[in-house]
């Protein structure tokens, strides 16, 4: 009974971070890139045309951005419970889902030709009643999230979140399709709270990541829970 208790909290566990992290509607960049592509290689193969996409040499030229050179809106979630200090170029969207399933969203302003893979800022929450510890949720992540193509985990560790402890993920993934030549990266920081797991994540181009790195940072230490 005990086995099938712990099965049924993993199912649910992995299926709440497919919903979070891999959902057409609210996908991680990789998946968004794949979906973006597939159309783009399926209007090139009626040309009888074969493309190879490498998304290495793709930057968008800008410079690391300042924190003291931008200027921040503090947006207050109800549905989330939270109230964080944001760029007023990056438009906040909140996302519903089933199961209590909430995401707080950010994209940055890019360039057209870069809205393909534009940096994103997510938090997340979710309903969490059957893991009892961080140290629990951290190692059930961490074994789905090593299931991204090319996974590669760069740093692990506590951290804070809101004034709650938390844990800090850092890593590199990219696409299983040879066509899609490309590396992300991200930074997932989650916590528990009352029975509630948030999950805060930066994605941006391997190349970017560090530009937008300092803004991250700042909305990461505004991030308040009501």
Same mark, same amino acid.
């Given at each position: 009974?005990?086995? /099938?208790? !712990? /099965?049924?909290?993993?199912? /649910? *566990?992995?299926?709440?971070?497919?919903?979070?992290?891999?959902?057409?509607?609210?996908? =991680?960049?990789? =998946?968004?890139?794949?979906?973006?592509?597939?159309?783009?290689?399926? %209007?090139?193969?009626? %040309?009888?045309?074969?493309?190879?996409? %490498?998304?290495?040499?793709? #930057?968008?030229?800008?410079?690391?951005?300042?924190?003291?050179?931008?200027?921040?809106? #503090?947006?207050?979630?109800?549905? =989330?419970?939270?109230?964080?200090?944001?760029?007023?170029?990056?438009?906040? *969207?909140?996302?519903?889902?089933?199961?209590?399933?909430?995401?707080?969203?950010?994209?940055?302003?890019?360039?057209?030709?870069?809205?393909?893979?534009?940096?994103?800022?997510?938090?997340? +929450?979710?309903?969490?009643?059957?893991?009892?510890?961080?140290?629990?949720?951290? /190692?059930?992540?961490?074994?789905?999230?090593?299931?991204?193509?090319?996974?590669?985990?760069?740093?692990?560790?506590?951290?804070? =979140?809101? %004034?709650?402890?938390?844990?800090?993920?850092?890593?590199?993934?990219?696409?299983?399709?040879?066509?899609?030549?490309?590396?992300?990266?991200?930074?997932?920081?989650?916590?528990?709270?009352?029975?509630?797991?948030?999950?805060?994540?930066?994605?941006?181009?391997? +190349?970017?990541?560090?530009?937008?790195?300092?803004?991250?940072?700042? !909305?990461?230490?505004?991030?308040?829970?009501?």
């Amino acid at each position: 009974m005990g086995d /099938k208790i !712990m /099965k049924t909290s993993r199912t /649910k *566990i992995k299926t709440f971070v497919v919903v979070v992290l891999l959902s057409a509607a609210i996908c =991680l960049p990789i =998946l968004c890139v794949q979906q973006s592509f597939g159309q783009q290689q399926q %209007n090139d193969s009626s %040309n009888n045309s074969t493309q190879t996409i %490498n998304l290495q040499n793709i #930057t968008s030229q800008q410079q690391p951005r300042s924190v003291n050179e931008s200027e921040f809106a #503090t947006y207050v979630s109800p549905e =989330l419970g939270i109230q964080i200090e944001h760029p007023i170029d990056w438009s906040p *969207i909140i996302r519903e889902f089933a199961d209590d399933v909430r995401i707080l969203e950010f994209n940055a302003s890019r360039s057209e030709m870069m809205q393909l893979l534009p940096p994103t800022v997510r938090i997340s +929450s979710a309903p969490q009643p059957e893991i009892q510890s961080l140290d629990q949720l951290t /190692k059930s992540l961490i074994t789905i999230a090593s299931d991204y193509p090319r996974f590669d985990l760069k740093e692990n560790a506590t951290q804070a =979140l809101g %004034n709650v402890t938390a844990q800090k993920v850092l890593y590199t993934y990219g696409s299983g399709d040879p066509s899609q030549q490309f590396t992300l990266q991200a930074m997932d920081i989650w916590t528990l709270k009352d029975g509630t797991r948030y999950v805060f994540s930066y994605i941006a181009p391997l +190349s970017e990541f560090s530009l937008n790195l300092p803004v991250v940072e700042h !909305m990461i230490r505004s991030l308040s829970f009501e």
